[in-house]
């Protein structure tokens, strides 16, 4: 299968400040990324889908202006959580798909980034 | 009512038990289904993918879909402590992977 990486793993912040997380799709050309939000023992929440060279399409109740999302390559998406605050503490995982890939339903997960805000 | 509905266990068994895992869904429109496996602090990886109805095997694993119950299933035999892990189930009705709608996953432990 197709490798997706993600940086950084882990990030500690203080409350206000913003984190970037990076998606790197490191064997294919991915056409559209995913950004999901998963809280303990919880499910995959998708926050939003970019596909590249386009905005970003966010899901119901996720602030666009908080959650930052870029596509500006066919390999690399970056998400900013602007003024980060404790309750934006959780795991944030990206995935990937393209045009091999797609018709399959297959998404390729990164290893995803925990985030804590103190 | 979520669309798709899992047991979040978790759930223990002993090395070498079968393990059965069950998802049931509400949207009968979904023809496409998946099982990911997901380790703690990682990514989900895809494991298993059904197209509608009938069952998929795959080594120890084997996929069940039922679509008239709305139920689906996954085996999986001989279980191993490295089958230790959470277990999601992944539903999409174009078969699009941009659309995709996870179970909230099982959380597997397998004793050795």
């Known amino acids: 299968g197709a490798v997706v990486s993600q940086h950084p793993s882990r990030v500690i912040c203080k409350s206000g400040t913003s984190v970037k997380i990076e998606c790197r799709s490191l064997d294919f050309q991915a056409t559209t990324m995913f950004w999901y939000r998963q809280f303990p023992k919880q499910s995959l929440m998708l926050m939003a889908t970019?596909?590249?060279?386009?905005?970003?399409?966010?899901e119901q109740g996720v602030e666009k202006d908080k959650f930052l999302i870029n596509h500006a390559s066919l390999t690399l998406s970056t998400l900013t959580v602007t003024s980060a605050h404790p309750e934006d503490s959780s795991f944030y995982i990206c995935?990937?798909?393209?045009?091999?890939?797609?018709?399959?339903?297959?998404?390729?997960f990164g290893p995803g980034t925990r985030l804590t805000v103190l | 009512q979520k669309e798709v509905e899992q047991d979040p266990g978790p759930l223990s068994v002993p090395e070498g038990a079968i393990v059965s895992l069950n998802c049931t869904y509400s949207?009968?429109?979904?023809?496409?289904f998946m099982w990911y496996r997901q380790y703690s602090r990682k990514g989900p990886e895809l494991l298993m993918y059904t197209y509608s109805s009938g069952n998929k095997e795959d080594g120890r694993f084997t996929a069940q879909v039922d679509k008239s119950s709305k139920y689906i299933s996954l085996f999986i035999r001989d279980s191993q402590p490295s089958d230790s892990a959470t277990y999601l189930c992944a539903m999409s009705v174009s078969g699009s992977a941009r659309q995709l709608t996870f179970g909230s996953g099982t959380q597997l432990t397998v004793l050795p």
């Open positions: 970019s596909n590249e060279g386009s905005k970003a399409t966010y």
């Open positions: 949207n009968s429109a979904f023809q496409y």
């Open positions: 995935s990937a798909t393209g045009t091999l890939y797609i018709l399959r339903s297959e998404q390729f």
